[in-house]
T-cell receptor, first 113, second 116 residues
Framework: DAKTTQPPSMDCAEGRAANLPCNHS???????VYWYRQIHSQGPQYIIH???NNETNEMASLIITEDRKSSTLILPHATLRDTAVYYC??????????????FGTGTRLTVIP | GAVVSQHPSRVICKSGTSVKIECRSL??????MFWYRQFPKQSLMLMAT?????????EQGVEKDKFLINHASLTLSTLTVTSAHPEDSSFYIC????????????FGSGTQLSVL
């Protein structure tokens, strides 16, 4: 799996958009970008994933650069409940060997009232 | 969305005892389940991968005789920490990937194990 780089921490004011960056400069053509988040003392929660095109769902938007070497997760209106560690993961589908997701250190997002 | 139930959420045990953690997929059949361990302020580390009806595959450094994994059905996997010691105290999380569910993994809520 391609390695990802994320800032260790970020703050965001409540009600504002939270933009979480992720660098994955070694991403391969068949690797997807996944975002998960983990609220304290809970299991990770799936947010969104994409390959090339930008994606949007009820939780967030995912913007992938044209060269696919970086992406940004956007929480349009952050709430206090969005405070969590956000993980950006890239992997190819149905890889041989471990089909797990490799979790790096993620970005600890703190939403401030 | 798909639901993965993990039980218990918290367990405290004496050193030397065994603890079993259950992971159930409630509304889908999980062909593959993964067990992770997470120490405070650290990321998730994969311990093992289990496929229904076959032996689990353990990551390097994880003792298979200490962390027994059983995936006897398409909806249940169990992790048994045998002869637990204080250094086994950690947050254990399971996840499942189901048939027809694409590449997304669904995670349980985790089990906080404290060994006294």
């Amino acid at each position: 799996d391609a390695k990802t780089t994320q800032p260790p921490s970020m703050d965001c004011a409540e009600g504002r958009a939270a933009n979480l960056p992720c660098n994955h400069s070694t991403i391969s053509g068949n690797e997807y970008v996944y975002w998960y988040r983990q609220i304290h003392s809970q299991g990770p929660q799936y947010i969104i994933h994409g390959l090339k095109n930008n994606e949007t769902n009820e939780m967030a938007s995912l913007i992938i650069t044209e060269d696919r070497k970086s992406s940004t997760l956007i929480l349009p209106h952050a709430t206090l409940r969005d405070t969590a560690v956000y993980y950006c993961i890239v992997r190819a589908p149905r890889q041989t060997g471990a089909n797990n997701l490799f979790f790096g250190t993620g970005t600890r997002l703190t939403v401030i009232p | 969305g798909a639901v993965v139930s993990q039980h218990p959420s918290r367990v405290i045990c004496k050193s030397g005892t065994s603890v079993k953690i259950e992971c159930r997929s409630l509304d889908f059949q999980a062909t593959t389940m993964f067990w992770y361990r997470q120490f405070p302020k650290q990321s998730l580390m994969l311990m093992a991968t289990s496929n229904e009806g076959s032996k689990a595959t353990y990551e390097q450094g994880v003792e298979k005789d200490k962390f027994l994994i059983n995936h006897a059905s398409l909806t249940l996997s169990t992790l048994t920490v045998t002869s637990a010691h204080p250094e086994d105290s950690s947050f254990y999380i399971c996840s499942a990937r189901g048939q027809g569910r694409g590449e997304k993994l669904f995670f349980g809520s985790g089990t906080q194990l404290s060994v006294l």
